[in-house]
T-cell receptor, first 115, second 119 residues
Framework: AQSVTQLDSQVPVFEEAPVELRCNYS??????LFWYVQYPNQGLQLLLK??????LVESINGFEAEFNKSQTSFHLRKPSVHISDTAEYFC?????????????FGGGTRVLVKP | KAGVTQTPRYLIKTRGQQVTLSCSPI?????VSWYQQTPGQGLQFLFE???????NKGNFPGRFSGRQFSNSRSEMNVSTLELGDSALYLC??????????????????FGPGTRLTVT
């Protein structure tokens, strides 16, 4: 069984300040890791993913996440946030070895960017 | 390419009724997964269909069922609705082609969801 813990349920941050969203997972097997973003009244959008290779992955809109196997973490960071980054962010894992693609999600972190 | 579409977007039902939700995946995508999102339980996996077969199932009662058609469109059905079934139901599609689809990992694309309210 897998589980994902997002340590902060809400993160208020001022515009242009950095933000870090923490994600830890527990799994007995190797996993793929993801961050999804959900804007109000919308579905989920994939922000970035770690499948293999470099442990630092980046998105096109300035977010980055680093896979740390020893700490079983996949924290999300952005050096300077915009008002438009206000949303809920979900960390998720998927079993590498399984057929199919079941995602196990964390509880979500709501980011509120203040002017 | 059109995205994942879900119909209806909003639905109000009475306890004890049944409901059917529909999901049309992105053209060419053969895998469709369903998730339930509630404030209390968060995002939970319901089931995944691939080539009209259920490949994975989450920990939900038998009142929750689904199916996939030959054109990859999927429906999920909830019978004997309970107040706790009120949720946002999200569908996600993935291009999972190939004989070893489990090893060819494709990104999941989510639809906007169907907001179900049970009164």
């Amino acid at each position: 069984a897998q589980s994902v813990t997002q340590l902060d349920s809400q993160v208020p941050v001022f515009e242009e300040a950095p933000v870090e969203l923490r994600c830890n997972y527990s799994s007995s097997v190797s996993v793929y890791l993801f961050w999804y973003v959900q804007y109000p009244n919308q579905g989920l959008q994939l922000l970035l993913k770690y499948l293999s290779g470099s442990t630092l992955v980046e998105s096109i809109n300035g977010f980055e996440a680093e896979f740390n196997k020893s700490q079983t973490s996949f924290h999300l960071r952005k050096p300077s946030v915009h008002i438009s980054d206000t949303a809920e962010y979900f960390c998720a894992v998927s079993d590498r070895g399984a057929a199919g693609n079941k995602l196990t999600f964390g509880g979500g972190t709501r980011v509120l960017v203040k002017p | 390419k059109a995205g994942v579409t879900q119909t209806p977007r909003y639905l109000i039902k009475t306890r004890g009724q049944q409901v059917t939700l529909s999901c049309s995946p992105i053209s060419g995508h053969r895998s469709v997964s369903w998730y339930q999102q509630t404030p209390g339980q968060g995002l939970q996996f319901l089931f995944e269909y691939f080539s009209e077969t259920q490949r994975n199932k989450g920990n939900f009662p038998g009142r929750f069922s689904g199916r996939q058609f030959s054109n990859s469109r999927s429906e999920m059905n909830v019978s004997t609705l309970e107040l706790g079934d009120s949720a946002l139901y999200l569908c996600a599609s993935r291009h999972a082609g190939g004989a070893h689809s489990g090893s060819i990992f494709g990104e999941q694309y989510f639809g906007p969801g169907t907001r179900l309210t049970v009164t």
